[in-house]
């Protein structure tokens, strides 16, 4: 019998991938999926009862070559909730497309992922920002000028999703509700995104500055974008791990950021680890897979 051909990143791939999760790490509805942004992979040690699985062996993944993304899907338990962690993005600067680089969300909805944890490190506009500063995602502005929506509509997802509150108002009082209950100063602002792979010129902080982006990083927005058309709920930080370029006299570098974001990694350990104890044991509005 001839396999049935299934369309690369599609809603059937995502479920054919989530049967792979499903059957290698027994992952069933977890209460939170986290996606770890550059050097914030600490986060997959603190979970509890982890079981890892490589990219390379789930379908419809890439492997990941940017230093501070190991490429590895962890499923285990985290502040006593099951979680699933994601440590290691597919960059639309390597050369993906975002439907690509959103295929992750598609896959942890199929696993009955209804919550999303978007995490970045960014550079900061704001010029009152701080290296080690964590921000949360208030908003952002997409400036990579592409959308993971874009082509045939698939089952699972919303045709025009509405964004006027990309990121959840409930989870984002969570959020800062854990952030109180640790003494944890938490900033708030906007994200953008753009393509990369070069850091902004100083005209364009100018301008992104004029446009009312508080923070700048090369990610995050079409998983996104994707999650509000799937029906998850979404939250999201940004790990301020540089002034953004001009605002200093340093230059910056990859490796800057990834120093940065270790420094940091603590209380963002912390915090996302409170988080998730405090979500509620079940999501009442979950829509169907």
Do not use: W
């Not at 962690?85 to 975002?98: C, D, I, K, T, V």
């Not at 992750?104 to 550079?123: C, D, E, I």
């Not at 994707?226 to 002034?243: D, R």
């Not at 270790?262 to 988080?275: D, M, N, P, R, S």
């Amino acid at each position: 019998m001839t396999r049935r051909s299934v369309p690369a990143h599609s809603a059937d791939a995502a479920r054919e991938a989530a049967a792979v999760i499903r059957e290698r790490l027994g992952v069933n509805a977890p209460a939170c999926a986290i996606i770890l942004g550059s050097g914030l992979g600490g986060l997959a040690d603190r979970i509890e009862n982890a079981k890892r699985l490589p990219y390379s062996e789930i379908p419809g993944f890439h492997a990941t070559n940017v230093l501070g993304h190991k490429g590895q899907l962890i499923a285990g338990t985290l502040g006593g909730r099951d979680v699933i962690a994601l440590a290691g993005r597919f960059h639309m600067y390597e050369g993906h497309s975002p439907q690509v680089s959103a295929f992750p969300v598609r896959v942890v909805h199929a696993l009955g992922a209804r919550t999303l944890f978007v995490s970045n490190a960014a550079g900061g506009i704001r010029r009152t920002f701080s290296a080690g500063d964590l921000m949360l995602i208030e908003d952002h502005i997409n400036l990579q000028f592409v959308n993971p929506l874009a082509g045939p509509v698939e089952s699972t997802d919303e045709r025009f999703p509405d964004m006027s509150a990309p990121y959840s108002p409930r989870l984002k009082a969570l959020l800062r509700e854990a952030a109180k209950r640790l003494h944890m100063p938490l900033q708030a602002g906007v994200y953008v995104g753009l393509l990369g792979p070069t850091y902004e010129t100083l005209a364009e902080v100018r301008m992104l500055e004029k446009l009312g982006a508080d923070a700048t990083g090369m990610s995050t927005v079409p998983e996104v974008i994707l999650a509000n058309a799937l029906g998850l709920e979404v939250v999201g930080v940004s790990l301020i791990s540089n002034p953004a370029a001009g605002l200093t006299p340093e230059k910056l570098s990859h490796a800057d950021v990834m120093r940065a974001a270790e420094a940091a990694g603590e209380k963002f350990c912390q915090l996302v680890t409170e988080f998730v104890k405090m979500l509620p044991s079940a999501t009442s509005s979950a829509p169907a897979s």
